[in-house]
């Protein structure tokens, strides 16, 4: 056998170094291939976190509170600037008070309210009005320097005389100081300051003994002795009227299920004030200083707002 030339073997072993080089360089390469990042996931994460989350989105858009109803103030009665007195089913007076220095105005009707007459009865403000038949009314109000003065009709209000001397037996709230919170009282015993330290809504005189104040407050103030005592008989911080009955009193109020005047009858100890079931009047909802009522023998007059409304049967139907 002939022995390989030297040349040969050095070809050889070249190509066999060639191999291996070549050999260990693919692996390198696979290896950092292997190790190389996701680049699709990188981007997948970056693309992520660039879109925000929904709790993100949440909190970046504000939401809108619901709104918060606000309860309605409570009711505040104030001393009435309306008076109405009737005489029977057909004939009433009415009376926006005015003041010492604010003319009052008065008006009469002789068709159950379908129609008004205006009349003069010559003081300002009016602070008592009755009416004793269907042509006898007396005001009792301001007069000179808003003096009390007391003025009679006896024509149905078409003429008025000055009867001062019947002032001493007569109840009536003394006009200069009626709507404050000094407000005095004068009844057939004597003047004194009305019970009601926040202010007086209006006077209802029953008879010679008895009457009854009503505060704004609520306090209804009633007194059997001519006025020479009070005693609290009774609260409804929703009443904002009273008049007299032949026995007692009637009482307006702002009252559920009652729409427009919620009407008590309330007697002189301060029965059914409050807990009983009122007779609803027909008419807006009253407004303090807004409402007067008026009863004469089975009929109830009910003045709120720009409406009279008449009952001749206690309520019943209107």
Not at 22 to 50: F, I, K, M, W
Not at 125 to 131: C, H, N, S, W
Not at 163 to 187: C, I, M, N
Request: include cysteine; aromatic fraction near 6%; charged fraction near 15%.
């Amino acid at each position: 056998m002939n022995a390989p030339y030297p040349g040969a073997v050095s070809v050889g072993r070249k190509w066999a170094y060639a191999g291996l080089a070549a050999l260990v360089l693919l692996n390198v390469v696979l290896v950092v291939l292997l190790l190389r990042p996701d680049q699709r996931a990188a981007s997948a994460v970056a693309v992520e976190s660039a879109v925000a989350t929904p709790a993100e989105t949440a909190e970046a858009v504000p939401t809108e509170e619901a709104p918060v109803e606000e309860a309605p103030p409570p009711l505040q009665p104030v001393p009435t600037e309306r008076l109405l007195a009737a005489a029977s089913d057909l004939v009433a007076w009415r009376a926006v008070v005015g003041a010492c220095d604010i003319p009052a105005a008065l008006e009469a009707t002789t068709d159950g309210g379908v129609t008004w007459t205006s009349q003069d009865a010559g003081v300002t403000p009016i602070a008592r009005l009755k009416a004793t038949s269907s042509r006898n009314v007396f005001a009792i109000g301001g007069g000179a320097d808003c003096a009390p003065s007391f003025r009679f009709s006896g024509t149905a209000g078409q003429t008025w005389s000055t009867q001062d001397g019947e002032l001493a037996g007569s109840w009536y709230l003394l006009p200069a100081s009626r709507a404050a919170l000094t407000a005095e009282v004068h009844g057939p015993r004597g003047q004194v300051p009305a019970p009601c330290p926040t202010g007086v809504v209006d006077l209802a005189g029953l008879d010679n003994n008895r009457a009854a104040l009503l505060c704004t407050d609520g306090a209804l103030q009633t007194t059997d002795d001519g006025g020479a005592t009070w005693s609290q008989v009774g609260a409804a911080p929703d009443a904002l009227a009273i008049a007299p009955t032949a026995d007692g009193y009637v009482v307006g109020a702002l009252r559920a299920p009652c729409e427009g005047v919620a009407v008590l009858t309330v007697a002189n100890d301060g029965t059914g004030l409050d807990g009983a079931a009122p007779v609803c009047a027909p008419g807006p909802a009253p407004v303090p200083g807004q409402v007067a009522l008026a009863a004469s023998g089975s009929t109830l007059w009910v003045w709120s707002g720009d409406l009279v409304a008449r009952s001749t049967d206690g309520g019943v139907t209107w």
